[in-house]
């Protein structure tokens, strides 16, 4: 299949560390936040999300982390397996107002054996 | 399977010719988007519908573009007088009532414009 993401950044991680990834987002209006995996030639899969109103939220083997006040937002895999090398994408939502759902540019994570 | 589908996966067009890409969303979803994503970006937001009202659209939605969702179910995306620069993966999504901002998302149908 085609490759997503050709000339994107790019985090290379052993197996078995653990993988931080970054996001800057745009818009302080944005109320929800959400982090995407895209495997070459597939959709978007859903990982986690978080509201406005949090800081923080974990899921199994994921954690992302909102700093509303700088605007960044992190997602931390523990125990990379080689199965979470794909493209990784942010979400902004703003849901009052004009509905907007922003991408951010991805970011493509290697897991080396 | 009971996901986001699309149909084609992949499409082969002449410059200047019409093509109409599918998308059939999870079955009680009422909200469906599309987008269109090129190499090296992120999917960027063309339009949506809550059931079969299209609710925005956005500015890269040229007039050669229109989507429809006659039944409040399945979409249809046409795209008129194809130019080289339509070639992208376009994707479709949808969403429930329960979670409205949780997208998930089809394969993508593979556009490329010769």
């Known amino acids: 299949g085609e490759s997503v993401g050709l000339h994107l950044p790019t985090l290379s991680v052993q197996e078995g560390d653990n993988s931080i990834i970054n996001c800057a987002y745009s818009?302080?209006?944005?109320?929800?936040f959400i982090w995407y995996k895209q495997e070459s030639g597939k959709g978007p899969q859903f990982i986690i999300d978080?509201?406005?109103?949090?800081d923080k939220r974990q899921g199994q083997r994921v954690t992302v982390l909102l700093n509303k006040t700088v605007k960044h937002l992190s997602l931390q895999i523990a125990a990379t397996q080689p199965g979470d090398s794909a493209v990784y994408f942010c979400a902004e939502v703003t849901t009052s107002g004009t509905y907007k759902y922003i991408f951010g540019t991805g970011t493509r994570l290697k897991v080396l054996a | 399977d009971t996901g986001v589908s699309q149909d084609p996966r992949h499409k082969i067009t002449k410059r200047g010719q019409n093509v109409t890409f599918r998308c059939d969303p999870i079955s009680e979803h009422n909200r469906l988007y599309w987008y269109r994503q090129t190499l090296g970006q992120g999917p960027e937001f063309l339009t949506y519908f809550q059931n079969e009202a299209q609710l925005e659209k956005s500015r890269l939605l040229s007039d050669r573009f229109s989507a429809e969702r006659p039944k409040g179910s399945f979409s249809t995306l046409e795209i008129q007088r194809t130019e080289q620069g339509d070639s992208a993966m376009y994707l479709c999504?949808?969403?429930?009532?329960?979670?409205?901002?949780?997208?998930?998302f089809g394969p993508g149908t593979r556009l490329l414009v010769l």
């Open positions: 978080i509201r406005s109103n949090m």
């Open positions: 999504a949808s969403s429930g009532y329960r979670d409205q901002e949780t997208q998930y």
């Open positions: 818009n302080s209006a944005s109320d929800y």
